[in-house]
């Protein structure tokens, strides 16, 4: 019944793993985490999402997907060689916009329009700078994370700094959260 073989995949995100596979990009979310995005964003009709994390673009599939016409995405990575499969596939859909470079630094000077459901797949907005990433949403914007159960590449000492982040975000009085253990373990928060 809960099976991973169930979830629909669009020819873009069959691509896209090729391209992945090719690049020896690991770092994807898991096709549950991107079935969950695509139900996210498409329960906000005319959406402002943000991704943090690109890669090569496998989640940003799933959250193009969820989207009306009138949504849109910024999408930002650091690694210009893992980012440009999305760029390419991408390229004609004007709802999409990229930025390569410094997550960190984006998050401290974006300027523009909240945002309605944000993706938090890297540690700018994640592990740094999470503060000012809520700060980013709407009321009633959805903050994601996910990796959030051990991983086969936590690097030693990570599952401490995971036990600490989730400590933090159950105590953030912003948000109304609910942490599933599923997928790769996801918070799911909304804020207040």
Known sequence: MFDDSRIVL???HLQLMEKSKA????????????????????????????????????????????????????SIDNSEEFQQPA??????????SFFCGD???????YKGKPFDLIFADAWPGKFNLRNETIGLLVPGGFYIIDDLLPQPNWPEGHAAKVDVLIGEMQNDPRLNITM????????????K
Request: glycine content about 14%; some cysteine; hydrophobic content about 40%.
């Open 180 to 191: 599933i253990h599923w997928s790769t373990g996801i918070c799911i928060a909304v804020r």
């Open 87 to 96: 760029v390419e596939h991408f390229k004609d859909d004007k709802r999409i």
């Open 23 to 74: 690049l020896g990009f690991t770092m994807a979310s898991d096709l549950y985490t991107g079935s969950l995005l695509r139900t996210i964003a498409s329960s906000k009709p005319g959406g402002h999402f943000l991704e943090i994390g690109t890669g090569t673009g496998l989640s940003l599939s799933f959250l193009v997907g969820g989207m009306d016409e009138s949504s849109s995405v910024i």
């Open 103 to 109: 997550g960190g630094e984006w998050i401290q000077n």
């Open 10 to 12: 669009s020819a873009r």
